[in-house]
């Protein structure tokens, strides 16, 4: 890396640490399912640790359904946290059933979620802390709704987007193939699928509109000491 790869990544990285603010040693873990689709061809190269296809860049929809979780004293089973990265950036979706306790632990959590999955996209790629991708946009409230079937997963996003996805067979026609060890997500055994649909848009520009592309679908089992919430 230059010197002036470093001093940018370095700058990148001390100001979404600031950003952080209130999740700064405040303890807490979430745990539930993570359902996401993105623009890459199925199996989506990215996972193995290769570079986006077809594109140059890998955007995607993701959610947490969270099944579990607790951030300091505050119960947070039940509700459900989102997020869309795209080319002008990343907004993220607060539950709008949540309190306002809840409102404020959720976005927290995100915060530090964002900032240690840009700090590990930089630490692969120095090059990506000039990605305009990587920056966080906003908050938004939003009705999200998360569905894990036996053979298929769907996202929606109040009116902002949405996927629908199938999961990967395998040869008996019956069993969906399974990721260990999911280089993008920190998820326990992702199930691979493809998307009948996918879209996205808001009122940054981010907009995605596809189908055929990857998904993936697995639990997660984060807290503030997971070092990184991509492999």
Request: charge should be positive; glycine fraction near 8%.
């Amino acid at each position: 890396m230059t010197p002036s790869m470093k001093i940018r990544s370095a700058i990148l990285i001390a100001l979404l640490a600031v950003s952080t603010g209130a999740a700064a040693g405040v303890p807490w873990r979430i745990s539930g399912d993570l359902s996401e689709a993105c623009t890459c061809s199925v199996p989506c190269t990215c996972n193995f640790g290769e570079a986006p296809t077809p594109y140059s860049h890998c955007h995607f929809l993701w959610s947490l359904d969270i099944q579990k979780g607790e951030s300091a004293g505050v119960k947070l089973g039940g509700l459900r946290l989102a997020s869309a990265n795209a080319a002008k950036g990343a907004v993220w979706y607060i539950d709008d059933r949540a309190t306002p306790a809840q409102a404020a632990a959720l976005e927290a959590i995100a915060r530090t979620i964002h900032r240690r999955m840009v700090e590990e996209v930089v630490r692969v790629d120095p090059k990506a802390a000039q990605d305009v991708q990587l920056q966080l946009l906003g908050f938004r409230k939003a009705r999200i709704t998360q569905h894990v079937g036996p053979r298929e997963h769907s996202l929606k996003v109040g009116d902002a987007g949405e996927f629908e996805s199938d999961y990967i067979l395998g040869l008996d026609g019956k069993t969906p193939v399974v990721v260990e060890n999911n280089w993008s997500w920190n998820i326990q055994h992702g199930i691979k699928a493809k998307t009948r649909r996918l879209r996205y848009r808001d009122e940054f520009g981010n907009e995605i509109d596809l189908k055929g592309t990857n998904a993936n679908q697995g639990k997660f089992d984060w807290s503030d000491r997971t070092a990184s919430y991509f492999r």
